[in-house]
């Protein structure tokens, strides 16, 4: 390139990035207070010349949207990219937005869900190479990063960035969905992390200090090459351009530019965030529950407040942890404020059957507890030796369906407990009788080894039996408005009874117990009833609606229902194999993956 014309650039990159982050700053000086994965391969970010989104102004909004459900697996919801509406998973363990294009191929390329055409995309020279899974599976998406206009339940950003997948062999689309919609931190985005340091190696040294991009580029390592989110699986590499610059001795960083570009660059709530376009720098998420017993909350995801009906103080707030420079994490400059990587909180102990478990003998001692908030996560993961006592205490992987079980977590000195009805499944088609837990084991965190700090990822299990808000807070105040989650819980006082009146009523009818997948729907109406809290209830359906049982009283197989049964089965083991989990020695009927 001349160099006349790359200064130009530069220089107008710079004036752009000064300008963008003067807007912030005067958003954020007057935002008022509230009582609120990854890659292999990486993404090789070559120099654009379109960076900055056009200016936009906001106004503080809010926006409510009901959820898709796959057999309790993955839970969806539509998003609007380029004027084409798309059903994507919603997970709060990562912090990437990805579609599946229509020049897909692969897996995809027979996918029975809707698929992005690129009409409206505008590819900035960006490519992306996802890996999923551990080292067996092979897992990928790969594509281009670009822009276009997004919209989620009525709000809307331009030049949104995000990734179109044009080659992937990721089962994503068996769960009828388009892609992953990361609900996480910017920190924990790949594409924000990438492209924040093209963007400081193209303007270096004039707008930044040289220890900022040392720490993000330190932080990538962790995060993206070491850690885990879930299960095993190797993560971002650094690309060759990174492979020069100087790992300089730890220092505070200089926040403003790494805070500004949350509004140019972030995922698409912490952006919304970011620009002011919420009127609380929040979101909400229940979960509706469509198996042994259909109904539960009514699954919605509220953005930038709680539901209506819904009291703030009904809700126990815990912070969320923030790495610290020893924890290498990222800081505010002189305050030493760390920031958050992913929704992670403090646990204070767990229970089963009112039975206060051990700790993991094979954490370090001096890491306190804590656990993932994970809606892309089909399970309760934990620790291998807590794991095993469970089972042991349970009478081995397998048990009488019919007696209920209560594994709790008690948070800010309260106690959640996992409703028994999400706690187990089906071992067996064709036998209610039998069942297994919701567990896996994960990998315990190792102080200093590289990667988060939690010991537990508390899934879809653990969220249907609560209403969680996850509260951003401040970007740039971050002692003044921390970032927490709420919760409340929404487990019934009778649910173990409910739980053996559901099995009681399968073996009766010689049925399985139920299971149904739906799409989001388009459009939420008034709830028949509320629960717990004033949230709303979804309704509740026989288990002869939903066509999912074994056999009937005669022993002859129904045809009809024996093929979706089938399939369903199908599509759930494959998904269980591509992922290849570790569920140690569990047998379970409805095979639970992370998407991611």
Not at 37 to 65: E, W, Y
Not at 231 to 240: A, L, M, T
Not at 275 to 294: C, H, K, N, V
Not at 472 to 486: C, E, K, N, W
């Amino acid at each position: 390139m001349h160099k006349r014309v790359r200064r130009s650039i530069l220089a107008a990159f710079i004036l752009s990035y000064s300008a963008a982050a003067a807007e912030l700053a005067s958003r954020n000086s007057s935002y008022p207070p509230h009582i609120g994965k990854r890659m292999q391969g990486g993404l090789h970010l070559p120099l654009s010349r379109r960076l900055i989104p056009k200016r936009i102004t906001l106004g503080a909004d809010t926006g409510v949207a009901g959820l898709g459900d796959f057999f309790d697996v993955t839970y969806s919801v539509f998003i609007d990219i380029g004027g084409t509406s798309l059903p994507v998973v919603l997970d709060t363990g990562s912090s990437d937005l990805w579609v599946l294009s229509n020049v897909c191929q692969g897996t995809c390329s027979s996918a029975d869900t809707a698929l992005y055409p690129p009409n409206t995309f505008h590819g900035i020279g960006l490519d992306a190479a996802l890996v999923y899974g551990d080292s067996k599976t092979g897992t990928y998406a790969r594509g281009m990063i670009g822009y276009d206009a997004v919209s989620l339940a009525g709000l809307t950003l331009q030049d949104q960035y995000f990734a179109a997948i044009n080659d992937t062999n990721t089962s994503v689309a068996q769960t009828r969905c388009s892609g992953i919609f990361g609900l996480g931190f910017p920190l924990n985005s790949v594409i924000w992390t990438d492209m924040f340091l093209n963007q400081q190696q193209v303007s270096r040294p004039r707008s930044l200090h040289r220890d900022v991009v040392s720490r993000i580029v330190a932080m990538r390592k962790r995060w993206f090459d070491n850690s885990v989110l879930g299960i095993s699986s190797f993560r971002h590499v650094d690309p060759p351009s990174y492979q020069y610059m100087p790992q300089l001795k730890r220092q505070v960083t200089t926040s403003s530019a790494i805070v500004s570009s949350f509004g140019v660059s972030g995922p698409f709530i912490p952006r919304l965030v970011s620009l002011g376009g919420l009127a609380s720098p929040m979101f909400t998420i229940a979960l509706q529950r469509d198996t042994i017993e259909i109904g539960g909350n009514e699954g919605m995801l509220s953005i930038g407040g709680l539901p209506s009906g819904v009291q703030n103080e009904s809700l126990t707030w815990v912070p969320v942890r923030q790495y610290t420079l020893q924890q290498e994490g990222l800081t505010q400059d002189a305050s030493l404020e760390a920031y958050p990587i992913a929704w992670e909180i403090p646990v204070d102990d767990v229970f089963l059957d009112g039975v206060k478990l051990p700790r993991s003998q094979l954490c370090s001692s001096n890491i306190s507890l804590s656990a993932l908030i994970d809606t892309g996560n089909s399970l309760i993961r934990g620790p291998p030796d807590v794991i095993s006592y469970i089972q042991n205490m349970l009478g081995g992987p397998h048990f009488a369906c019919s007696f209920p079980h209560t594994l709790a977590f008690q948070i800010g000195g309260r106690m959640f407990p996992v409703d028994p009805r999400d706690f187990v499944n089906q071992v067996h088609s064709g036998n209610a009788q039998v069942c297994g837990a919701n567990l896996a084991q994960t990998d315990v965190p190792v102080l200093g080894g590289g990667g988060y700090l939690y010991s537990w990822s508390l899934g879809d299990p653990f969220l249907k039996g609560v209403l969680a808000a996850f509260y951003y807070g401040s970007f740039t105040g971050l002692s003044q408005d921390p970032p927490r989650i709420g919760f409340l819980s929404t487990v019934p006082s009778d649910a173990g009874q409910r739980l053996e009146d559901a099995v009681s009523a399968a073996s009766t009818e010689q049925y399985d117990l139920p299971g149904t997948k739906m799409l989001p729907p388009s459009s939420l109406s008034s709830p028949l009833s509320t629960g717990i809290g004033g949230i709303p209830m979804a309704s509740s359906l026989p288990a002869s609606a939903h066509g999912i049982s074994g056999s009937n009283q005669a022993g002859q197989v129904n045809s009809a229902q024996e093929r979706m049964q089938n399939a369903r089965m199908n599509v759930m083991f494959n998904l269980y194999e591509q992922f290849a989990f570790q569920v140690s020695s569990i047998c379970i009927m409805y095979p639970a993956f992370d998407i991611l």
